[in-house]
């Protein structure tokens, strides 16, 4: 991924030749042609423009004699995406958070200010309404996630059959979020194409509104191991059952597990 006024390098053979860098939105199939550009036998340089929209580009080298690359892997692409500096304001509730205000550099595309709905947000599958936006400002009301809990999960080592500190990872290789009342299972496969069919780990994340201050007993099972955190803290370090009292008000739960 590249912001606007980032250098692009594409590497190959006899590229000595080539005089035009010509880029293709995958998407609009608007085409830019450059032609300020270094090329040597084995690469061109081109730094992106100012004015190139956002989007996902092919590249084509053109020599001066007219004849064009071949790009047989379909490696020859780059996304042009806005540079996100910062998120306030990222409290969120059940019934939505307060509005978020994304900021993003000088050098990424910018917001659309005229068409605010050309401008899309989204929190995972939760959407955010665009309230305001500058050139590199938005501010938009985040949607309630109701019903959702937040799943992240983690390749780990082959032949891990002992159930890691979940409740302390960070850096997720994949985090979405996931219906909270449907039956979970994978089968023989895994819930994401970038994660392996076995050995992983997965940690959901949920608040839920108690009623009532009283006794609560939860019980926790996965295939193989499985866990629970009220509130931060372990009460279930292996699947089982546990009776805890809990006070009227909203709780935080984490389950994570160990699909081995």
Known sequence: MVVRATQVVVTGSQLAQVTRFIVTNTATREQVVLDSLVASSTAVVITIPANISIGGYT????????SLSIDLTSAARFLVTQNL????????????GL??????????????????TQNRVALGPVGCTVLTATRTSLQCSPASPLGLAFAEYWNLPINTYTMPDIFSFDKPDVTT???????????SGSPDSRIQPNFYATRFTWYQQIAATSNYTF????????????????????????????SAGVHKFVPPSLPA
Do not use: C, E, H
């Not at 500096?85 to 939505?96: F, H, K, P, Q, R």
């Open 59 to 66: 590249v084509t080298l053109r020599q001066a004699d007219g």
């Open 99 to 116: 509005p978020l205000t994304l900021s993003v550099d000088s050098a990424s595309p910018g917001f659309n200010t005229t068409a605010l």
């Open 85 to 96: 500096t910062a998120v306030t304001d990222n409290v969120g509730s059940m019934a939505g």
């Open 177 to 187: 979020f996931v219906n909270m009342s449907s039956y979970i299972t994978w089968g």
């Open 219 to 246: 019980w926790v099972n996965a295939d193989d191991q499985s866990g629970l955190a009220v509130d931060d803290v372990p009460v279930l370090t292996s699947k089982g059952s546990t009776t805890m009292r809990l």
